[in-house]
């Protein structure tokens, strides 16, 4: 049986500004995973990598640690980027003014160094 709501307990919420989708390299890899997905579309999840502005579209997590918001090419020949807890392996992105691309043909135009 559906119980009614107590209006003293309930909470609102802001509406999500397009700097929401800032990605903040500190917070944990399974997060920045989670908020990619939410955002995917509008706002976005933006950030700069190798000199460039990106909006990533998918990633995964990796266990392995380094220095926040540092990308390198992963021992799999992927492009990684630090987080505060593991890393994240980006999947697919699309530069500023570009077409969306996988993180291997990114790193084919951006070469960065192997972590």
Not at 1 to 11: E, G, I, S
Not at 33 to 49: D, T
Not at 71 to 87: D, M
């Amino acid at each position: 049986m559906p119980l009614p709501q107590d209006n003293a307990r309930a909470t609102t919420v802001s509406l999500i500004q397009k700097s929401d989708g800032h990605i903040d390299w500190t917070n944990p890899a399974d997060h920045l995973e989670r908020q990619i997905r939410a955002y995917l579309g509008w706002p976005g999840s933006h950030a700069h990598l190798a000199g460039t502005d990106v909006i990533i579209t998918a990633a995964h997590v990796s266990p392995k640690p380094g220095e926040p918001g540092i990308a390198c090419t992963s021992a799999s020949g992927e492009l990684a980027v630090h987080s505060g807890e593991g890393s994240l392996i980006i999947d697919r992105l699309k530069p500023a003014g570009k077409r969306e691309m996988t993180g291997l043909e990114f790193l084919a135009g951006h070469p960065l160094p192997k972590a």
